[in-house]
């Protein structure tokens, strides 16, 4: 199911309320108009700069959304807003229906299901790929007492779905810093998944992979979307023709454009500043 672009939803004055997917209520989450996040009117400024101009988001419970543009076009900036890094100047922020991330810090915007994975993967890289997934537990242990607990059997079971989910199941007991730059993007991930987040917003995720590496992520992101909702930043063209039903384009920290690929591909704004004849 798709959805269709905000300035329609806000034509007819919807909003919030009723742009998501309604596919699936999040647990532990209050999104019952199906909306998992909502960014309206956003502003940021920095020394002068505008990098976010009364940007208006919405993400759907169980959508995988793709967002492209230009360098420069506030992508990161508009991440580091929903994870609490930077506080926008004017504008509101919700996760589900109840949690204004404008008020809460980066650590509680963690714990409530926002999960940021970097274009650079960054492991434990001396430890097995079992222990940094044992590490990542959402637990309220301190680090190093986790590694010295005993994993109860739930525990156990989690960690291994995690494994058959990454495919890194045969690299358990391997040093993290041995794995190719691709299996550290999926252990990185699968690092996320331990911490059952409602949202994952990722950056750029194959860049630098095989063409294979690509391929499975692209298979991994489809098989984890509706089970979680996936914000997912990429400038490889192919890729998010693979995996996006709903695009959004950025330009100058607004919304240039959204929809399907071929409606964003077909925009003339967006040939003009993104993609070139």
Known sequence: MKTAPVAELMADGRGRDAIGLGRMKSEGLDARHGTILSLEDINVSFDGFKALTNL??????????????????????????ITGKTRPDSGSAWFGDTLDLTRMSEVEIAQAGIGRKFQKPTVFEALSVFENLELAQKTDKSV??????????????????????????????????????????????????MQAPQLLL????????????????????????????????????????????????????????????????????????????
């Open 56 to 81: 208006s988001l919405y993400i759907g419970v169980g959508e995988l959304r793709c967002i492209i543009g230009p360098n420069g076009a506030g992508k990161t900036t508009m991440m580091d807003v």
């Open 144 to 193: 190093w007492a986790s590694l010295g607990a005993r994993l109860s059997g739930e525990q156990r079971d989690r960690i291994d779905e995690v494994f058959d989910t990454i495919r890194l199941g045969q690299s358990r007991h391997r040093p993290a810093g041995l794995l190719s730059h691709g299996q550290k993007q999926f252990l990185e991930i699968g690092m996320l998944l």
């Open 202 to 277: 990722l950056d750029e995720p194959v860049a630098g992979m095989t063409d294979a590496e690509t391929e499975f992520t692209a298979e991994l992101f489809k098989s984890l979307a509706r089970k979680h909702s996936l914000m997912v930043v990429e400038h490889d063209m192919g890729f998010v023709e693979t995996i996006a039903d709903h695009v959004t384009v950025l330009h100058q920290g607004q919304v240039l454009a959204e929809g399907s690929l071929a409606q964003v591909q077909a925009d003339e704004r967006v040939i003009e500043v993104y993609l070139g004849r």
